[in-house]
């Protein structure tokens, strides 16, 4: 769930964000959120929220958070696959200076205009007519780390507005090396101009191995659906899907799954971020929730045994907060298997599953999820042999198989 964030980090008041609360100030400007599936999951077991009661028997639910600077799809990402950046990626809260812009334009053959922070449905409206007559590229950014250019497409075809951004990808490079460049193609005259589908991220190769690595090594399948597999350049990823709306990135997931018998669907829910966030659409925020809410009540019957279902954010993007970026918030944490699910339909509580913990938690729980199965069935060949007495074995190089294996085992290696 794209830009869900629920609650102000620790450090928030570094970014301008203290006191940010994205979903509970939704569910305030809206009078209360009706989402019965999370709450029985225990959404409201998390943070308080309006209209969301606590979970008299939640799954494990709790706060994630980030480990490194940043408040924004790309790192939030990055980190709940296991990669933590030390140093911010660069902003240019003045826009980017003429030297960039030189060698952008000599790059890319276009020039450039507006180059500054600005909304981004904004730009196309302030600037729109301007690069209708001129050709120029709308080019903005945020408090994020990005460089967003936008094109009409009737005035530069869309092929040629990416091909635009791989060489300004290619050109913000060392210090200058934004997290993103995104191609923005819209449509529409003035005063009723509109973005298309057609958005497309460059993103900055990630700079460590992700637990995406250590699954396809594993030979499990990763599918990356919406602005995923951009996120993460490809690396890791087995094979990605369009999803452009919230509908069509559900509707992808359920074609996966259907064909699936083991591996690794990671969506992006977009509309809550890109949608309605930034634009500060309350009821479009609240609607979006809604219809996740009923997707989620719909895929939890069909959930098998082993099947995993983890519900997190990367970021927040409260609309009661000045301004229309990013804030750097908590990510809200739910996560059930098929199993747990059975259990609590036959009347077994399951106890208060809390927890808090760092983003990375989430690849973690993937990898170990889809990894064990493989150990114990190694460990049980092994049991066969018949070996008298029976071999002691010790993995070096991870703390979380050589655990897995005294679990296993019931002796310690020596």
């Not at 180059?115 to 950014?141: C, K, M, Q, V, W």
Request: aromatic share 4%; proline share 5%.
């Amino acid at each position: 769930m794209d830009a869900c964030g629920v609650g102000a980090l620790p450090d928030a008041a570094r970014y301008g964000d203290q006191h940010t609360n994205t979903l509970a100030h939704v569910a305030e400007a809206v009078g209360g959120l009706e989402l019965p599936t999370l709450a029985r999951l225990g959404l409201g077991s998390i943070v308080d929220l309006q209209g969301v009661p606590a979970s008299e028997n939640p799954v494990i639910h709790g706060r994630l958070h980030p480990l490194g600077p940043g408040k924004d799809s790309v790192t939030g990402h990055w980190e709940l696959m296991g990669i933590v950046v030390e140093d911010p990626l660069p902003t240019y809260a003045e826009g980017f200076p003429a030297s960039v812009i030189a060698r952008l334009a000599a790059a890319m053959g276009h020039e450039v205009i507006c180059n500054r922070p600005y909304n981004g449905i904004a730009a196309i409206e302030d600037f729109g007519s301007e690069h209708l007559r001129t050709g120029a590229l709308i080019l903005y950014t945020s408090q994020d780390s990005v460089l967003q250019l936008a094109a009409h497409v009737e005035r530069i075809a869309p092929e040629d507005l990416y091909r635009a951004c791989a060489e300004a990808r290619a050109t913000m490079s060392g210090a200058h090396a934004v997290g993103r460049v995104i191609a923005r193609p819209f449509t529409g005259t003035d005063g009723a101009f509109r973005r298309t589908g057609g958005r497309r991220d460059f993103t900055l190769r990630p700079p460590a191995r992700s637990y995406l690595q250590e699954l396809e090594q594993a030979g499990v399948e990763v599918h990356a659906v919406g602005k995923v597999g951009d996120l993460f350049a490809g690396v890791g990823i087995t094979h990605s899907h369009a999803g452009a709306t919230n509908a069509q990135a559900l509707e992808q997931a359920d074609a996966v799954l259907e064909g699936l018998e083991r591996g690794l669907v990671f969506v992006n829910l977009i509309e809550t971020d890109q949608v309605y966030g930034h634009r500060k659409d309350v009821q479009g925020f609240d609607r979006a929730l809604r219809e996740l809410d009923a997707d989620l009540s719909r895929r939890l019957t069909g959930m098998r045994s082993r099947d995993l279902l983890i519900v997190t954010a990367d970021h927040g993007v409260d609309p009661a907060h000045a301004g229309t970026d990013h804030t750097r918030e908590y990510a809200p944490l739910l996560a059930v298997t098929g199993e747990m699910l059975s259990a609590r339909a036959s009347g077994t509580r399951g106890g208060v599953a809390r927890h808090d913990g760092p983003l990375a938690d989430v690849g973690a729980t993937v990898l170990r999820s889809e990894t064990i199965a493989d150990l114990r069935a190694a460990l049980a060949a092994i049991d066969g042999f018949g070996l008298d007495p029976p071999p002691r074995i010790l993995i070096t190089g991870s703390l979380y198989l050589a655990g897995e294996v005294l679990a296993v085992n019931g002796t310690p290696p020596v």
